[in-house]
């Protein structure tokens, strides 16, 4: 399927969640006024809270529970044809907390995000928080990429950076951390839907700024 979403309509997002869904309420609120809708919610909990965010703004839901499938091929072939009765121009990954199949990140390559709670490429995978303060780091953040193969590996979009205190555990880590991901993940989103971002060539594109590069500098 072809991307145009700046082009000829409004860019329909199709947002994954599988837990509470306050970066999917962060998106509902910036959507509000404009430049992207929100066509779908969809979760692999049916009882996730974000399904209630999402209907309560009068967006349509969906869940598809992983546990009656035999293999990850079978959940994510079913979870595309869903997700392709919204016609995305984008898919948004917000707190979905299941690994991909090459096929189903292939099938959306391109137009494929994933916000992560690190600053990225340190710590992928789960228990950023707490990993971060093992290795003694002294900002932590998080980061959104568009998503490829690689766990938690494809280009980076944008980070955001906060100072690791001597009194953070992990839990005020990781409220803080989220904090900025309700601001950060909006704004790519909006890059996104204006145009202004792409993937090329295995990087991320932004037309009038400088993205950062695969390391970070604490920025
Ligand atoms: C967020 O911190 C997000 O970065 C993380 O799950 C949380 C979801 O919170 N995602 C991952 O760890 C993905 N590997 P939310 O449901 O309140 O948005």
């Given at each position: 399927m072809?991307?145009?979403?700046?082009?000829t309509?409004?860019?329909?997002v199709v947002?994954?969640?599988?837990?509470?869904?306050?970066n999917?309420?962060?998106?509902?609120?910036d959507?509000a006024?404009?430049g992207?809708?929100?066509?779908a919610?969809?979760?692999n909990?049916?009882?996730a809270?974000?399904?209630q965010?999402?209907?309560?703004?009068?967006i349509?839901t969906a869940?598809?529970s992983?546990?009656?499938f035999?293999?990850?091929?079978?959940f994510d072939?079913?979870?595309?044809?869903?997700?392709?009765?919204y016609?995305?121009?984008?898919?948004v990954?917000a707190?979905?907390?299941?690994?991909?199949?090459a096929?189903?990140?292939?099938?959306?390559?391109?137009?494929?995000l994933n916000?992560?709670?690190?600053?990225?490429?340190?710590?992928p995978?789960?228990?950023?928080?707490?990993?971060?303060?093992?290795a003694g780091?002294?900002?932590?953040?998080?980061?959104?990429h568009?998503?490829t193969e690689?766990?938690?590996?494809g280009?980076?979009?944008a980070?955001?950076?906060?100072?690791?205190n001597g009194e953070?555990?992990?839990?005020s880590?990781?409220?803080?951390?989220?904090?900025?991901?309700?601001?950060?993940?909006?704004r790519v989103?909006r890059?996104?839907a204006?145009?202004?971002l792409?993937?090329?060539?295995?990087?991320?594109?932004h037309?009038?700024?400088?993205?950062?590069?695969?390391?970070?500098?604490d920025?």
């Amino acid at each position: 399927m072809s991307l145009q979403p700046h082009s000829t309509r409004t860019c329909a997002v199709v947002v994954l969640i599988s837990g509470s869904g306050s970066n999917l309420q962060a998106l509902i609120d910036d959507a509000a006024s404009g430049g992207y809708r929100i066509a779908a919610v969809i979760s692999n909990k049916p009882d996730a809270l974000g399904l209630q965010r999402a209907q309560q703004a009068g967006i349509a839901t969906a869940s598809l529970s992983h546990l009656g499938f035999d293999s990850r091929e079978a959940f994510d072939g079913e979870l595309a044809q869903i997700i392709d009765n919204y016609e995305p121009d984008l898919l948004v990954l917000a707190g979905f907390m299941r690994i991909l199949t090459a096929g189903f990140v292939n099938r959306y390559a391109g137009r494929l995000l994933n916000i992560h709670p690190s600053l990225l490429p340190d710590f992928p995978g789960i228990n950023t928080h707490q990993r971060a303060l093992d290795a003694g780091v002294s900002r932590h953040g998080a980061s959104v990429h568009f998503v490829t193969e690689e766990l938690d590996g494809g280009p980076v979009i944008a980070r955001q950076s906060i100072a690791v205190n001597g009194e953070d555990d992990a839990a005020s880590l990781a409220a803080r951390v989220l904090v900025e991901e309700h601001r950060l993940y909006p704004r790519v989103v909006r890059w996104f839907a204006t145009g202004c971002l792409r993937l090329e060539e295995g990087r991320a594109v932004h037309s009038e700024l400088d993205l950062p590069t695969t390391t970070h500098s604490d920025e």
